[in-house]
């Protein structure tokens, strides 16, 4: 009797494990310092808990940022991150892997502001040997500025996926075989940064950033970095195929995470370029393959 239960229970436990989607490791809260290194406005970021946490300030004589000390070609990348609180208007937190050549590869978190009480918007775009234009926007299941949220990109051979806490929020699959260039042999360095974009953000730029608002203030902790870390000339990474993010499991989403990702699409996009027929009168080749059909 005890043993037919606990097959049942195995049983059970397996079959709602086998639908739950195989998220990235979990990322490992470490220090700012131990990653990352201040780009620009030195001043303009605010350490606490000895690194643990750190803030952004934009005021209306700078925004600031900050980069990865490492290189990366391929791997996991997160980032906790509590947006701007109250009226964001006019301001863009970014998070975001570059290659920063001439031919670049990118890959964009973007969050553009809006008044109080008024929906953030995330865009996001991937860039592959300088050529971009590949916008994609939504609207967050939640409040943004209240609590922390991770933000992460997996970047393997076979795709690229981009989450809100667990949930794939965009892919890109490799479509070389297509004719789309796939980032693959420029290493990344990873990159955020706080500053006003009031020109474009905020519904189009008809919201103006409010300076008496300043600082605007953007919060962050669990500066996740898991790469094959490579110098900025290096064309390959020694480690390639062995790495946990390249095994079967991360090579493409499983069901539940497709589903997953049909539900952000069908709830909460605003724009997508794959479906821009004006801008695109066929569908761009990427775009076929990031759907599971
Ligand atoms: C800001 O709020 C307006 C009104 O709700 C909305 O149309 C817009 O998409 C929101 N987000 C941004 C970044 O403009």
């Known amino acids: 009797m005890a043993s037919s239960l606990w097959i049942l229970l195995v049983g059970v436990l ?13 990322p490992v809260a470490v220090p700012f310092g131990r ?21 952004l300030h934009l005021d209306k004589y700078t925004g600031t940022g900050f980069q990865s000390k490492g290189s990366y070609l391929f791997g996991h990348f997160s980032m906790q991150i509590k947006m701007v609180p109250g009226d964001s208007a006019g301001t863009v937190t970014a998070f975001y892997l570059s290659s920063l050549n001439s031919e670049h590869d990118e890959i964009d978190f973007e969050f553009l502001g809006n008044r109080t009480g008024q ?3 995330l865009q996001t775009n991937v860039f592959t040997g300088g050529k971009g234009d590949r916008e994609q926007r939504i609207y967050l299941w939640f409040d943004p500025t209240k609590d922390y949220h991770s933000y992460s990109v997996l970047w393997n051979l076979y795709q690229i996926v981009f989450f809100v806490d667990d949930v794939p929020i965009r892919v890109f699959k490799n479509c070389k075989d297509l004719g789309v260039r796939f980032p693959f042999n420029h290493p990344m360095k990873i990159y955020s940064s706080l500053w006003n974009a009031d020109d474009w953000a905020t519904r189009g ?11 605007f203030v953007a919060a962050y902790k669990g500066f996740h970095v898991d790469g094959c870390e490579s110098s900025v000339e290096a064309k390959f990474c020694a ?16 069901s539940y995470q497709w589903r997953r990702l049909a539900w952000v699409r069908s709830k909460y996009t605003i724009y997508n370029y794959c479906n821009d027929r004006s801008r695109y009168p066929t569908m761009p080749p990427e775009c076929r393959r990031d759907r599971d059909v």
């Open 14 to 26: 397996f079959m709602v494990s086998g639908t739950m989607g195989v998220p990235p490791r979990k």
């Open 35 to 55: 990653n990352y290194v201040p780009t620009w406005a030195f001043d303009h970021i605010k350490y606490y808990n000895g690194g643990s946490n750190i803030e």
């Open 119 to 121: 929906p953030y918007i």
């Open 205 to 215: 730029g008809l919201e103006k950033t409010d300076w008496s608002k300043a600082p």
């Open 239 to 254: 480690t390639r195929g062995k790495r946990w993010w390249d095994q079967k499991e991360f090579q493409d989403l499983d």
